[in-house]
């Protein structure tokens, strides 16, 4: 591949743009090119990368879920009355969280389905119901009090620096690297990944291959649901506490880290790759911005921008590309 | 339908709760919570029926508000004499800054053509993170005697929230039924190619649907800062969910084309009906919200069942 095959792909400038944000922030502040703040940032932003991996995937199928962030809200609290009342261990937690998801995520599924309603918002309603519930049945209690076993299996691999403190890969991280392993095969070698592009680049034309549309939505949705799972275990394990205003809220972030990867909510479009840039550049920006003591008031308005120079860059290429493509060579 | 649901309502709540929900006091109370409600309702409301949709309405009606309370609180000092003036001037002031992030909205979504999910999503992360960044979570608060009139005052016992209310909806619901502007944009919301092959200029069409979203985003402001006497970055949170709502229980289509403001006004007083009806019952305002969610759900079911049956009838 040469430099001007490269220089058409969206996921190469990113790449540009991350490399000099890189390098801007290594002279600014001393600590950002270390080891442990590398280590610390793909542990914290492993909850923003796993829910990513799954809104790519409800993305490229034309969709949208807002109501995510809720389920892993309720997630959260079952891991929580799990490990705490019922002694559990961390595996059973882990396939109650999942379960949780998926049974949420394909409700979502059935009445965007049968309904034939927009997804935006039956999530939006759904959100709602979740987490109005939740915080009924909880009454937005904070849990902290898990046992020590639990407090203690974060990592895996520990070593130790050159000045003594220990650090290592966590089990977050590793959950990440499944999310993002997961969803790269499912969407490149998969004959349901081809179906779910298919499905978000024209619907209707996927419904008359034969398509079964039913199983496709309750799939998408039902990920997204398990990847919300996923993304409350290693949310508890990094923060160890359980309240119920830590996620909600935070779907703007994982929407805006999305489309930052070349995502389009009119679907069909969106690789792991971008998306995984994506994630980078957020996490790369936001570390930054705290490393060089900016306000925290600044990170939503820079968010927003985030997400509109990002949805204008992607229009603009797009409509480019189409425009290229009726392009007439005379010779 | 809806106005059986709206007797329904009247019947179960006289029989629950006997001479509370339709106490004058009560009617009182609603007769000021509704107009803000209702306006920001219509903002969102033109929006869908072009097709789109206009997240950023809570934050434009926030950001407005602040800049009107930012002029009123700077400018009005105690020797300036007359602040008549100055209010017209801040409340214009709020109201074309709010019409201007309208017309932001709409020249991102027509011209460069962002779906108006991520468009308006983005403005609203972006609005709000201004709005606190500017207040740093604090309240503006102190206005004049004719800014607090347009919230809290009555006209022949009507309040003026109220009055100012039916003029919009009056003036809405001709804009959509009887000009150009309006029935292109039902068309545009119904098949946006076929409006564009046939001649509609869809770009022009959409700039104005959101630059109006955006200035009834203003006049929303007005009264809300006005009844609250004072302007933050978090009011009206959760309004959102509430005016999708509405509009989707008042028969507007979630994917565009139709709808009316007629409908709209029912659908607002049903679910102001209902509120404070479960407010006086004492339920947590929760498990309120988590209601309107399922009676979107449920309103967006039973839409989809008419719309099969009268499919099945055409045939």
Redesign the interface.
């Not at chain 2, 999503?121 to 972006?126: A, E, H, Q, Y």
């Not at chain 2, 929760?286 to 399922?294: D, E, V, Y």
């Given at each position: 591949m040469t430099i001007k095959d490269l220089s058409k792909k969206y996921e190469f400038y990113l790449f540009i743009i991350i490399i000099s944000l890189c390098i801007l922030f290594t002279f600014c502040t001393k600590e950002f090119l270390t080891i442990e703040n590398f280590l610390d940032l793909l542990t914290n932003y492993s909850f923003l990368g796993i829910m990513s991996a799954g809104m790519l995937i409800v993305l490229i199928s034309g969709g949208i879920d807002l109501s995510f962030t809720a389920i892993a809200t309720i997630s959260e609290y079952m891991i929580a009355l799990i490990i705490i009342n019922y002694s559990g261990n961390l595996l059973t937690a882990f396939v109650v969280s999942c379960c949780i998801g998926i049974i949420l995520g394909s409700f979502n599924a059935f009445i965007i389905y049968y309904f034939k309603a927009p997804s935006l918002i039956v999530t939006i309603a759904t959100l709602n119901i979740f987490y109005g519930f939740i915080i009924l049945v909880t009454k937005g209690r904070w849990i902290y009090n898990f046992p020590i076993w639990f407090r203690e299996t974060k990592n895996i691999f520990e070593f130790t620096s050159g000045n003594g403190t220990e650090y290592g890969i966590t089990l977050p991280v590793l959950l990440l690297l499944f999310v993002f392993s997961i969803t790269y095969i499912l969407l490149n070698h998969t004959f349901l990944g081809r179906k779910i592009i298919a499905f978000g680049g024209n619907q209707e034309a996927a419904r008359r291959m034969g398509f079964n549309i039913l199983h496709i939505t309750i799939f998408v949705y039902a990920f997204m649901g398990f990847l919300a799972g996923v993304g409350a275990i290693s949310h508890v394990l990094i923060v160890q506490t359980v309240q119920a205003n830590a996620i909600v809220g935070r779907e703007l972030e994982v929407i805006a880290a999305v489309v930052l990867g070349g995502a389009s909510l009119a679907g069909g479009k969106g690789t792991i790759l971008g998306t995984i840039l994506g994630v980078t550049l957020i996490a790369i920006m936001w570390n930054g911005l705290v490393l060089m003591g900016i306000s925290s008031y600044w990170h939503q308005v820079i968010l927003g921008l985030i997400i509109i120079i990002s949805v204008i860059s992607s229009a603009y290429s797009s409509r480019k590309s189409i425009l290229g493509g009726t392009k007439i060579d005379i010779k | 339908m809806l106005i059986v649901i709206l007797i329904f309502l009247t019947i179960l709540f006289s029989i629950f709760l006997p001479g509370k929900v339709f106490s004058v006091g009560n009617f009182q109370s609603m007769a000021y919570q509704l107009p803000e409600l209702s306006i920001l309702a219509i903002a969102m409301m033109i929006t869908m029926l072009s097709g789109g949709?206009n997240l950023s309405i809570i934050a434009t009606a926030n950001t407005s508000g602040i800049i009107t309370a930012t002029i009123l609180t700077r400018l009005i000092t105690a020797d300036s004499g007359n602040s008549f003036y100055i209010s017209v001037i801040a409340i214009l002031a709020g109201w074309t800054a709010a019409f201007l992030i309208g017309i932001v909205n709409g020249f991102?979504i027509a011209h460069?053509?962002?779906?108006p999910?991520?468009?308006t999503?983005?403005?609203?992360?972006?609005?709000?993170?201004?709005n606190?960044?500017y207040t740093?979570g604090y309240v503006i608060s102190g206005f004049p005697p004719e800014i607090l009139f347009i919230g809290n005052g009555t006209i022949l016992g009507i309040p003026f929230a109220l009055i100012i209310f039916l003029i919009i909806a009056f003036i809405i619901s001709i804009l959509l039924d009887r000009t150009p502007f309006g029935l292109s944009n039902y068309l545009i919301g119904s098949n946006e190619t076929a409006s564009y092959l046939s001649g509609i200029n869809v770009k022009k069409t959409l700039i104005w649907t959101y630059a109006i979203s955006g200035l009834l985003c203003g006049v929303a402001s007005t009264i809300m800062i006005s009844h609250f006497n004072s302007a933050r970055a978090g009011y009206g949170a959760s309004y959102?969910?509430v005016t999708?709502?509405a509009a989707?229980l008042g028969g507007v289509n979630?994917?565009g084309g139709l709808g009316k403001v007629s409908g709209l006004v029912i659908a607002l007083f049903i679910l102001q009906i209902a509120s404070s009806g479960l407010n006086l019952l004492g339920v947590?305002t929760?498990?309120?919200?988590?209601?309107?969610?399922?009676i979107?759900?449920f309103v967006?079911?039973l839409?989809?069942i008419k719309f099969k049956n009268n499919i099945k009838k055409l045939i």
């Open positions: - | 949709i991102i460069i053509g962002v779906s999910i991520l468009s999503l983005g403005m609203m992360t972006v609005l709000q993170g201004l606190i960044l740093k959102l969910l999708i709502l989707v979630p994917y947590s929760h498990f309120t919200k988590a209601l309107w969610g399922i979107l759900i967006i079911g839409r989809n």
